[in-house]
């Protein structure tokens, strides 16, 4: 049986602000090549051979975003589900089981924002994989580490049970500088991805052991929804009563039989500018005049900037808003954002 792809694309990704905006959050914008990384993810999974045709779940304010961004990479035929609202991964990663009807189905989760340099390396890491989600296991990706971050959740490897995958031992969310160093010392902890490879069944099942509230709820979306060509809208009254959850905190934090693949694939989160400077993105030469500076993140989609011996800061304009901050201080763009919705 093929594996279906679910795109999880209902994030908002307030930390690229001000580029990214609700209306257009991260996923949707080119901020790293000539594709966006909602297309990228998509092209990671376009081998017929391996891959059904993707479900893709997102929020209904975007459907006009993603048709004009499948159409630009002639994907015909991904199902998109919409929420009429967020609810985090857990409750929409049930939709997508739920919509798949057949309880054996693979479904390779993955959020739609992330970059993954080695894509071949993610396809050995899910030819591994298969097995065990055969049997009954639910999969994540642990990344290789490269530095002790304390931005993602770690995951620490147990006992192997197949060639080159163990049994998780436990799930860390994100730790102090100095846990996360002591972690990554102990060579025995990986980066939490997001990235996900189950039975759809599987999942269902654990669900209902776990948080059978969110089961009932997206259930009843589906059962509620309204068809429309490829697109299923979930019940809205329904979905709005679903407890929002992660995926990690409701199924697998709780569940035994979760295994670790571990992988390194050059992945990035791009969870703020000094993430997309860090994978070697400088200032855009299009509407920047940069003079007698470095290690500068200049951008811009309108003004001109025209800085002159600035170093190591980041300065992003769009729109009526342009952001000016420290390099390695780009985690604070969440405080502005926050700021911006008081009265």
């Known amino acids: 049986m093929k594996i279906t792809p679910v795109i999880l694309s209902g994030g908002g990704g307030t930390r690229l602000w001000p580029m990214s905006r609700p209306e257009q959050p991260k996923q949707f914008l080119a901020l790293t090549g000539q594709s966006t990384m909602f297309q990228m993810t998509l092209a990671r999974c376009r081998d017929d051979a391996l891959f059904a045709p993707p479900i893709i779940i997102a929020g209904a304010a975007h459907t006009g975003l993603i048709d004009q961004q499948l159409s630009e990479i002639a994907v015909t035929q ?37 970059i993954i340099g080695d894509v071949a390396a993610l396809h050995a890491a899910i030819a591994a994989a298969l097995p065990v989600v055969e049997q009954g296991w639910m999969t994540t990706f642990g990344i290789t580490p490269t530095h002790a971050e304390t931005g993602f959740g770690y995951i620490q490897t147990g006992d192997a049970i197949a060639p080159g995958i163990h049994k998780v031992a436990r799930f860390t969310e994100k730790p102090d500088a100095e846990r996360a160093a002591r972690m990554i010392a102990g060579g025995d902890h990986l980066w939490n991805g997001g990235i996900f490879l189950f039975r759809a069944g599987t999942y269902l099942d654990a669900l209902e052991q776990f948080a059978p509230a969110i089961l ?56 703020s500018w000094d993430a997309l400077y860090d994978l070697g993105f400088g200032s855009a030469a299009s509407h920047v005049n940069e003079l007698d500076g470095q290690g500068n993140l200049i951008l811009s989609d309108g003004i001109r900037i025209h800085t002159a011996g600035l170093n190591d800061m980041i300065i992003v304009a769009s729109g009526q808003d342009v952001l000016i901050i420290p390099r390695g201080k780009s985690q604070r763009v969440k405080e502005i954002v926050e700021g911006l919705k008081k009265p």
């Open 216 to 271: 009932e709820s997206a259930r009843a979306a589906i059962e509620t929804a309204e068809h429309s060509g490829n697109r299923i809208h979930a019940g809205k009254a329904a979905f709005e009563h679903c407890p929002a959850d992660s995926i990690d905190y409701a199924v697998m934090e709780k569940a035994e039989k979760v295994a670790l693949v571990p992988v390194s694939m050059g992945w990035s989160d791009v969870g």
């Open 78 to 114: 991904a199902q998109i589900i919409l929420e009429p609202c967020a609810r985090n991964t857990a409750p929409a990663i049930a939709l997508a089981a739920l919509a798949c009807k057949n309880p054996d189905t693979a479904m390779l989760v993955m959020p739609s924002d992330h």
